[in-house]
């Protein structure tokens, strides 16, 4: 068995260093590492360079195409995932594990534990780094009956067995053959390329046990703004399959979020909080 890794990098100088610890500590036989490289405003390609050079692995860097704006459709993901699938064609590995570039935690079992489970596509559950309360990452392309994963309580998180879902993204492992028959599309191609493959009486999984960390982007001031189309105004779903509205879940955030500000205020400036409460 061999596994080909696939990550994006572009301006990731202030995390690379962390993710590419994780992913040389990595048990498993990895095959290759390609690293799809994006024009930066830092040092990411030294970093990649660096790596490639020291690396107890394979390591190959190739640059993401050029795409006309007039085709991008506010996103170029796409075609950066089509070339990802021509050079996992040509490397003859068993396995495609998609790794984003801004992990910055995962496990060293990670491959031979999602291998075992032995699913079409399979992913980890992706939290974000540091919250209070855990903060589920990537709540717009994990979805389940066509929802959008609850941050706060998404699903599987009292399971301990792997489960069925429409799409994943940011780090699953997939058999080969699976992943090339998959077709990818703008927007948000893992959404289209997960319904490609369901369409194809294939099954996408996640594995409740497996988390990784997705650094807290928010904390470095990185937002992330959604398309305005209607993939985007799904509802949310939580381990209880209970449906929640945007407005809903954006109120909950925006009250986590005050309530972690007055606790700070509470503890460090309480001259200031205290009077204005009176």
Known sequence: MSVLIGTKVKDAESWLPRFITQIENLNGP???IVAMYAESRDRSFALLDHWRNTSQHDVEIYADPYIPPGERHGASLTRVKQDLQKLLKQSGAEYFLNVDCDLVLIPPSLITRLMRLDKDLIAAMVWTEGRNP??????YEFRLDGCRFHPYKPPGLAQTEPFAVDSVSTCYLAKSEIELAGIYSNPYPH???CKTLRDQGYQIWVDP???????DLEKMGIGRQPLPIPLSFAPYVDNMNKKYSPEQVGAMIYHLVRVQYDINLLANHPNTIEPAYQ
Do not use: L, Q, R
Not at 209 to 215: D, I, K, L, R, Y
């Open 191 to 193: 959404i289209p390329f």
């Open 134 to 139: 855990p903060t589920f990452f990537d709540t």
């Open 30 to 32: 990895i095959a290759k």
């Open 209 to 215: 046990t497996t988390p990784v960390f997705h650094v």
